[in-house]
């Protein structure tokens, strides 16, 4: 199977690393993924230290591998849930981090404007660091595109919105199986922080009012607790479903564990291959 540095670094048996997906992330998924050898990652999104904590008991009561943490360094609460010194993990910030996530426009969330093509050569091109690819991956063939992009990991939202062990409602994990090719939208880029979500009525909304005038501090308003809204409740009006463009080649329900093991073994004969299908 394949391996990579990121699996010797952070103690996992495959570089398959769980999107930190606010609202969604939570102790249960990221505990299933990382029992299934790859990095369950929580998100701490804007929620407070004690809601983190009891994510990540809730994390070791399942399992005592790796578990990774997502912490949203705008957050209010990023000195209460960081590390206990703040000072310290500046300081760790400035002298380097061991490796980076580089994620393309393709995916869900907030997004930027390079493709993941484009954007993990010139990532790992840049630095001496291992690199993990996001966006846009969701079977073994994106994992080799991957590697043979230089990178030495994956990281995959989207795919495991359809886990078993993911708690999001069922409306919102029907929408991802049923997505098609032509199925999401990115709003938000008026005031700077664009976010890929699937099309509803609410993204069609926010759309119209982006480019129709609406006040800065209206259009805020109006965005916020609509990711809840999806997450919790499947409001279908009023809520913000994310997801990456690759939701369209989501099409079943299954164990995180069975996801990880099954990207990694559609991996491995693309990599073995590749050097036939050119002359």
């Not at 929580?42 to 230290?49: E, M, S």
Request: net charge negative.
């Amino acid at each position: 199977m394949i391996k990579s540095a990121i699996c010797e670094m952070l103690g996992i048996e495959y570089p398959v690393f769980q999107g930190g997906m606010a609202w969604i992330a939570d102790g249960k998924l990221a505990a299933a993924v990382s029992a299934g050898g790859g990095l369950g990652i929580i998100a701490a999104g804007n929620a407070p230290g004690d809601y983190v904590r009891q994510q990540i008991r809730a994390a070791r009561r399942i399992t005592d591998k790796p578990v990774g943490v997502n912490i949203m360094l705008l957050s209010p609460f990023a000195d209460e849930v960081a590390v206990a010194s703040v000072a310290m993990a500046k300081l760790m910030t400035r002298l380097g981090a061991s490796a980076l996530i580089a994620e393309g426009g393709e995916s869900g969330g907030h997004v930027g404007e390079l493709t993941t093509m484009v954007l993990v050569p010139q990532i790992c091109d840049a630095t001496s660091l291992p690199v993990i690819a996001a966006g846009g991956i969701a079977d073994g063939r994106g994992v080799a595109a991957a590697f043979m992009l230089g990178a030495q990991g994956v990281q995959m939202g989207t795919r495991f919105l359809s886990a078993n062990e993911c708690s999001i409602h069922p409306v919102y994990k029907e929408k991802i199986l049923k997505a098609t090719d032509l199925c999401t939208m990115v709003t938000g880029k008026r005031l700077g922080h664009p976010v890929r979500s699937l099309r509803t009525p609410f993204a069609r909304d926010y759309s119209k009012a982006e480019y129709g005038g609406m006040p800065d501090d209206e259009l805020e308003s109006l965005a916020t607790g609509a990711l809840r809204l999806a997450v919790q409740e499947g409001d279908t009006e009023k809520g913000c479903f994310l997801s990456g463009q690759i939701a369209a080649m989501v099409k079943k329900e299954q164990p995180a564990a069975e996801i990880v093991k099954e990207v990694m073994e559609e991996a491995e004969p693309v990599l073995l291959r590749a050097s036939q299908w050119v002359k």
